[in-house]
Structure formats: structure tokens, C-alpha cells
């Protein structure tokens, strides 16, 4: 095993390390209401998306023949870790479905949809999720079925991100009659498609918020198709399962600026005339969260770096999820105990990590989920 980043690697990260620590940082402090994640002001927006787009880092993770950065999963894992020493990191640094539409669309598709969503003209959202099946994909019920030349789409779907906003949705649906994981189906529908509707906002933490979506006899012609017809399980849902990588590198950023700011209160706010940094109390929680720091990392980059590689690394992957997504809510939750009432109110942003962090252990494979993986993968006779 090999631990040292590479010289470029490193480069990367300091220049990544720069723009955050001089451009977004700054903004939690200076605008009139702590940024939400999803909502800078569309001129400060447009400005911070062209000095990424300068940086060559817009759509990181697809190919440079897409007009992405290329980056391999080793060096989109150092980036994403600090993009998300900031709050106001995943507004700028936005992820797309191009890697999808990439290794799974027809010219036209690449065109029409994957082309604008890299240079960030629009961008879509991806839906699986339904009020019947979530963690279990397979159990998924919304069906597409031939009809008029083209395909009819009928079912509901939850929890779908930014689908509000989103100019297109990749529907993951079943061929009608299919069960389990045989038919599945990824579709591309226009968010002006007959028969498909958004309903309502889910409000979920801190503005993370979801959306239902309706198909009623929704109609797609056949090139709406994505991918060879019913082997949706096999090709698909395979991004599903690289984004976990990603969601650990995300918890690692957090986690390392929470550190880094429970280090240096502990250091300024003096309790009963000394500094609390003085405290073995406050000193071992610094400890613990260093320990596990390092430890995720080393869990982190060892499986992304494989995956660099060409090695399937879903059991690492796995692992560095459950992992990460669990140490951070420890670095968190210590770095709010030694601010005291600071921590919990919007003076720093504490309080917002706190909440941000939550939802990690639910999407792209519950801390559970990964477990039974895990576990069926060493029980294997
Ligand atoms: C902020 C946020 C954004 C999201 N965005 C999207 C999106 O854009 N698109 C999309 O399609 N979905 C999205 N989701 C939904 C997400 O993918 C699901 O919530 C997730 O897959 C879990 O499904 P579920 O909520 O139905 O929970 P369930 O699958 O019902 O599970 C409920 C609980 O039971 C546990 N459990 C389930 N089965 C077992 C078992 N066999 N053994 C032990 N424990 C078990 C689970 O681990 C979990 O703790 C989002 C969710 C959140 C929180």
C-alpha cells in the first residue's frame, strides 16, 4: 500500500486548499445571512462558478473529451475533501450526472444533455427513490411500457434533489411485469414531458429539500432511453455506488474544519484563568478526533486511489462510508462541546455542519445497508 499522494495530487489539493481558504471561507462571515448551500446570490454565484471553471475543475470527474476536468477518483476525492472545509464549498463545486450520460448516452443524448450540464448551462437530477422502496432499489415499482412508437412511464417517485430546478431527470423505472433486479430501466424525462409533474417540496434539514415526482401515462419517445434496455441494475447503478466515495471525502473535509476550529478556540477561550487547550478534557477530544481523522483518511484514499486503478472497490468503498460518515459526526459533535453555547447558536458554523452531516448516513446506501454488504461479502461460503 502505497499512502504518499502524488507530487500533482498534492498540487491540486494546495491550489483547491487556496480557493477555499481565501474565497469561500471569507463569505460564511461576510454575507448579510449565512449561506445556504444552495443559495449564494446568483451574481457572487456566477462569479466563484467562473474562477472554478478557470481552475479547469468544472465537472470534475468527467472525462476531459466531455469537457470535464477528467480528474480520476483519487484527486476528485482531494478536492471534494476541501471544498467541503467550507459550507459554501457544494454551491460552486456542483456535481452533474455526466459521468452517467457519458459511459451510457447516444451522441444526441451527450448533446443534449450532458454538454450543457458541464458548462453548467443547466443541470438534472437523478431519481430512484420511491414511497415504497429506498434502501432496497430493486423493490422499485414505477414502470415504462412500449406504446404510440415511444414509451409510456407511469409511478411516483421521493426524495429527489434539486428536482425543482432540474431541466431533465434520469428516472430509474422497471419494464412492466419485471420484478426485482431483471428490467430495470434508466429514462431520460424532460421536465416538460406530458404526464410528469413535481409535487410537493419535502423539507428535509437545513434546506437540503426534496421533491416528489409524478408520472401519469408520462410518454418518451425511444431515444429517451438510457442504456441497453432492461440492464439498468448492471450498468447504472454502479455511479450510484462510486458517489460513496465522494460522500466520505465530503465528511472528511468537514470534519477536518471543525478540527481545526475546535483547535483553535480551545486555544483563545480561557476558562477559570486558563486557556480551555490547557484541559486534558478538551485536549483528548482534540486527540480522538485527530486519531480518526487520520485513520479515514488513510480508509478514503486507499480505496480511492484502487479505484484510480481499475480495482472494483465497492466492499473499500463501502467501509470508507460507513466510516467516514460516522467519524465526522464524532469530530463535529466534540468541536460543538468545546465551543459551548457558541457552538450551538449561527455565530460559527458549527451548528450548520452539525445538520449537514446527517443525511450522509442515509443517502447513496444507509450506514446499514453497507454493513449487510459488507458483512454477505465476508460470510460468502
Ligand atoms: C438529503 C437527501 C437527499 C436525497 N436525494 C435523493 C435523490 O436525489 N434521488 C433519489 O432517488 N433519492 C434521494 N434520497 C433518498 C435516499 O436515497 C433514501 O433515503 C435512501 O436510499 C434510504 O431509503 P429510505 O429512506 O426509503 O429508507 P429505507 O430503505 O426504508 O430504510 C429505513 C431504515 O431501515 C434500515 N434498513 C432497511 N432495510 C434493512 C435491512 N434489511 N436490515 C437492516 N436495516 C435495514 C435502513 O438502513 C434505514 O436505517 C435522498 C435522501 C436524503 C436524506
Known amino acids: 500500500m502505497q499512502y504518499k499522494l502524488p507530487e500533482e495530487t498534492i498540487m491540486l489539493q494546495d491550489t483547491v486548499k487556496r480557493f477555499v481558504d481565501n474565497e469561500l471561507i471569507p463569505l460564511e462571515t461576510q454575507l448579510p445571512e449565512r449561506p445556504n448551500s444552495y443559495e449564494l446570490p446568483q451574481d457572487l454565484y456566477l462569479e466563484l462558478t467562473g474562477k472554478v471553471h478557470e481552475m479547469g475543475l ?8 466531455a469537457g470535464g476536468a477528467g480528474l480520476g477518483p483519487l484527486d476528485n476525492c482531494i478536492v471534494t475533501e476541501q471544498v467541503h472545509r467550507s459550507t459554501a464549498g457544494c454551491s460552486v463545486f456542483s456535481a452533474s450526472f455526466a459521468s452517467m ?3 451510457l448516452g447516444t451522441e444526441e443524448q451527450k448533446n443534449k444533455y450532458m454538454v450543457p450540464s458541464v458548462k453548467g448551462e443547466f443541470h438534472g437530477s437523478s431519481a430512484f427513490s420511491e414511497p415504497v422502496a429506498g434502501g432496497d432499489m430493486a423493490g422499485i415499482q414505477t414502470t415504462i411500457e412500449e406504446k404510440d412508437g415511444g414509451w409510456v412511464i407511469n409511478g411516483n417517485k421521493c426524495w429527489i434533489f434539486k428536482a425543482n430546478t432540474a431541466r431533465f431527470i434520469l428516472v430509474l423505472t422497471r419494464l412492466k411485469g419485471t420484478q426485482r433486479h431483471e428490467g430495470m430501466q434508466w429514462v431520460i424525462v424532460d421536465a416538460d414531458a406530458p404526464g410528469f409533474k413535481v409535487g410537493r417540496e419535502q423539507k428535509m434539514i437545513h434546506g437540503q429539500s426534496t421533491y416528489e415526482l409524478f408520472f401519469d401515462n408520462c410518454w418518451v419517445d425511444n431515444k429517451q432511453l438510457l442504456g441497453k434496455p432492461g440492464e ?3 450498468s447504472g447503478t454502479d455511479y450510484l455506488f462510486s458517489g460513496r466515495i465522494q460522500i466520505a471525502a465530503r465528511a472528511m473535509g468537514i470534519a477536518d474544519r471543525c478540527l481545526e476550529m475546535a483547535i483553535d ?7 477559570f484563568g486558563k486557556p480551555l487547550s490547557s484541559r486534558q478534557a478538551i485536549q483528548w477530544m482534540i486527540a480522538d478526533s485527530a486519531i480518526e481523522l487520520h485513520t479515514c483518511r488513510l480508509m478514503v484514499y486507499d480505496a480511492a486511489l484502487r479505484a484510480q486503478e481499475g480495482e472494483k472497490v465497492f466492499i473499500q468503498t463501502a467501509m470508507a462510508k460507513i466510516y467516514a460518515t460516522e467519524m465526522v459526526a464524532k469530530i463535529v459533535d466534540r468541536a460543538m462541546q468545546i465551543h459551548g453555547a457558541a ?3 449561527d455565530e460559527t458554523i458549527l451548528e450548520r455542519c452539525y ?3 446527517r443525511p450522509m448516513r442515509i443517502y447513496e ?6 454493513r449487510s454488504m459488507i458483512a454477505k461479502d465476508l460470510l460468502r461460503s
Not at 265 to 271: A, E, L, N, P, V
Request: net charge negative.
Open 101 to 103: 450520460l457519458y459511459e
Open 265 to 271: 478556540y480551545s486555544k483563545i477561550r480561557h476558562t
Open 343 to 345: 457552538g450551538l447558536s
Open 58 to 65: 468544472t465537472a470534475r470527474e468527467t472525462p476531459e473529451d
Open 355 to 357: 445538520r449537514d452531516i
Open 365 to 370: 446506501g444507509t450506514s446499514e445497508a453497507m
Open 232 to 234: 439498468a441494475w448492471s
